[in-house]
C-alpha cells in the first residue's frame, strides 16, 4: 500500500470487504485502536504553534516534541 511505503519492516495493514471473518474483523479492530492513538499524537502536534515555526535538525527536533508532550499530559 502507497500509504507505509519505505517502512522497512512488515506492516500491519486492515482487511478491506464487506463479509470478512471473524478473525479479520478482530484483526481491523486492533488495528484501528493502534492507529488511532497514533492519529491523535499527529493531530495534536499539529496543533502546536511552536513546531510550525520550529526550525532545527532533525536530531533536535525529537527531543524537543518528547519535552513538549511531556509538559503537554503533565498540564491536562
Known amino acids: 500500500m502507497k500509504a507505509y ?3 522497512g519492516r512488515p506492516v500491519r ?3 478491506r470487504g464487506r463479509r470478512l471473518k471473524r478473525w479479520k474483523r478482530r484483526h481491523n479492530t486492533t488495528h484501528a485502536m493502534a492507529r488511532c492513538l497514533g492519529e491523535r ?3 495534536t502536534l499539529k496543533g502546536w504553534r511552536l ?3 520550529l526550525r532545527r535538525s ?3 527536533i525529537t527531543n524537543v516534541v518528547k ?3 511531556v ?3 503533565a498540564s491536562a
Request: no cysteine.
Open 71 to 73: 509538559l503537554h499530559h
Open 41 to 43: 499524537a499527529i493531530a
Open 51 to 53: 513546531l510550525r515555526k
Open 67 to 69: 519535552a513538549v508532550l
Open 13 to 15: 495493514v486492515p482487511f
Open 5 to 7: 511505503q519505505g517502512a
Open 58 to 60: 532533525t536530531n533536535r
